[in-house]
């Protein structure tokens, strides 16, 4: 026997149904209206050289009345130092309203004795009611100290509403980048060959890459006089002939009894005209030397740096950078028997502290300081004080004698455990001569932490609307059965 539906149970289920969808599209309306407050670093990215500063804001995006806030921010020490917090203008609305600021920073070690580098701030306004919207919360001031980036890390952060209720908010880091300092360089780094003799000749380039504004330069190079002498320097045109003519001027000069080369290139336009960029400055050709076949002072042949020295650069507001940092790379000859070397030399990592699934970036620098190009394979491995887990590894990795390479590397940490992870890279060369530098630990600790998923609003909404539908439903129902 079918059941038979009265006219009124019709209209009420069509009534619920339209409850239900009312409550689905408000709540999506909602979600789609609601605005997580942000606190974030602004720029994200900065780039600078060492020796420079930089000021980043600290910002606060789609606030609600906001009445208090306090933050912090680390780094890592030995890439920059803080120089000045200063408040902004977010809360004082442009000093219209008076506001209680605090802030300190500690560059190296605290008053305890520990070593930090962080920033801390804190603001209130002095009256009700909070402010809304967007703008700056604070501003900090940074000087780079070192060639190596740094994140910077913002944590502990704090926002309260004029009730002294905690706003809900996300955060956003930053990081430094480091534009690299001009830099002369011998090129090739390195000249070995065991089969050149006595009035065998070679020829290196003095290269210089990074530079901005150059309108002059000045270098010394020394060799040792026992294996070498100094034949020929040859000026190239990147000072003499830029693409925008200018008058510049070159001279040379050869020191046999020192074994020295002096080169001078140097602006006389008026007005003068700078160049950038990355070119051969110089070419110095070399004779090796010496009484027996090989040369050298027991006739076997010999070695020799080949050493630049107060190298000067000069720009167009007049300023002289005077053994510039890093210092320049040196040259090296060799034409007695050589090995096979292959020197892991440096890890870069950014950033180090990362929540559960997200990357980590790695550069690994390796130098083949042997006297044969070579191939060789290159492991990265994450480990802590208990397991040691391959991140990465590459095979057949060429790389020519004197020559070294960037090898750079992406962590994806979401298969990671939360805690602190070491980085180790190994090289390996099945007939290396020196295993000792074939490995290389990174100096800091990579934090991974434990990532916190907000819930979408618009599920929280829809959950609330499809509980309103049923709670109702559930009145109906018992109004009906407790009829008789």
């Given at each position: 026997m079918g059941c038979k539906l009265s006219r009124k149970v019709i209209w009420l289920l069509v009534l619920l149904a339209l409850v239900f969808f009312q409550s689905l599209f408000l709540s999506i309306q909602v979600a789609s209206a609601?605005?997580?407050?942000?606190?974030?670093?602004?720029?994200?990215?900065?780039?600078k050289g060492v020796g420079e500063s930089f000021t980043v804001e600290i910002r606060i995006a789609d606030v609600e009345d906001l009445y208090t806030f306090a933050f912090a921010v680390k780094w890592r020490g030995a890439s920059m130092d803080a120089v000045k917090i200063e408040e902004g203008d977010f809360l004082s609305g442009g000093g219209v309203f008076k506001t209680f600021f605090i802030q300190y920073f500690v560059n190296g070690t605290d008053p305890s004795g520990v070593e930090a580098d962080y920033a801390t701030a804190g603001c209130t306004l002095m009256a009700k009611p909070g402010v809304y919207g967007d703008g700056i919360l604070a501003t900090i001031t940074f000087k780079v100290e070192s060639v190596?980036?740094?994140?910077?890390?913002?944590?502990?952060?704090?926002?309260?509403d004029s009730r002294n209720f905690l706003i809900g908010h996300g955060v956003s880091d930053g990081h430094l980048n480091i534009l690299q300092p001009p830099k002369l360089s011998v090129d090739p780094s390195a000249v070995i060959n065991e089969t050149m003799m006595v009035g065998d000749s070679f020829t290196v380039n003095v290269t210089?890459?990074?530079?901005?504004?150059?309108?002059?330069?000045?270098?010394?190079?020394?060799?040792?006089?026992?294996?070498?002498?100094?034949?020929?320097?040859?000026?190239?045109?990147?000072?003499?002939?830029?693409i925008i003519p200018w008058e510049a001027e070159a001279t040379w000069e050869i020191i046999r009894t020192h074994g020295t080369v002096r080169v001078d290139i140097y602006s006389s336009a008026d007005p003068p005209v700078p160049v950038s960029g990355n070119a051969t400055v110089a070419e110095v050709t070399f004779q090796i030397v010496g009484e027996s076949p090989k040369g050298g002072k027991d006739g076997k042949g010999g070695t020799?740096?080949?050493?630049?020295?107060?190298?000067e650069l000069d720009d167009s507001i007049a300023r002289t950078v005077k053994n510039h940092t890093p210092p320049a790379q040196n040259g090296y000859f060799s034409n007695v028997a050589t090995k096979h070397d292959i020197n892991v030399r440096r890890i870069v990592a950014s950033p180090v502290k990362v929540n559960k699934g997200d990357t980590v970036f790695m550069n690994v620098t390796v130098k083949n300081i042997g006297g044969f190009d070579e191939t060789f394979n290159l492991t990265l491995y994450y480990e802590t004080s208990v397991e040691s887990n391959i991140l990465d590894n590459r095979s057949d990795i060429a790389l020519q004698s004197g020559k070294e390479t960037i090898q750079q590397f992406e962590w994806n940490t979401e298969q990671v455990k939360a805690g602190k992870y070491t980085i180790r890279a190994v090289a390996s060369l099945a007939q290396d001569d020196n295993l000792v530098n074939n490995e290389r630990i990174y100096e800091t600790l990579i934090t991974v932490e434990e990532s916190s998923n907000p819930i979408d609003p618009?599920?929280?909404?829809?959950v609330a609307g499809a509980i309103i539908v049923v709670a109702?439903?559930?009145?109906?129902?018992?109004?009906?059965?407790?009829?008789p």
């Open positions: 609601l605005k997580v407050a942000k606190i974030f670093v602004n720029p994200a990215t900065v780039t190596e980036g740094t994140a910077i890390d913002l944590y502990d952060t704090e926002l309260y210089i890459t990074n530079v901005v504004d150059l309108l002059g330069l000045r270098f010394n190079m020394t060799y040792d006089t026992s294996i070498l002498n100094a034949t020929q320097v040859s000026i190239h045109p990147f000072l003499t002939e830029p020799s740096v080949l050493y630049i020295y107060h190298s618009m599920i929280l909404y829809a109702v439903i559930g009145v109906v129902v018992w109004r009906l059965r407790k009829k």
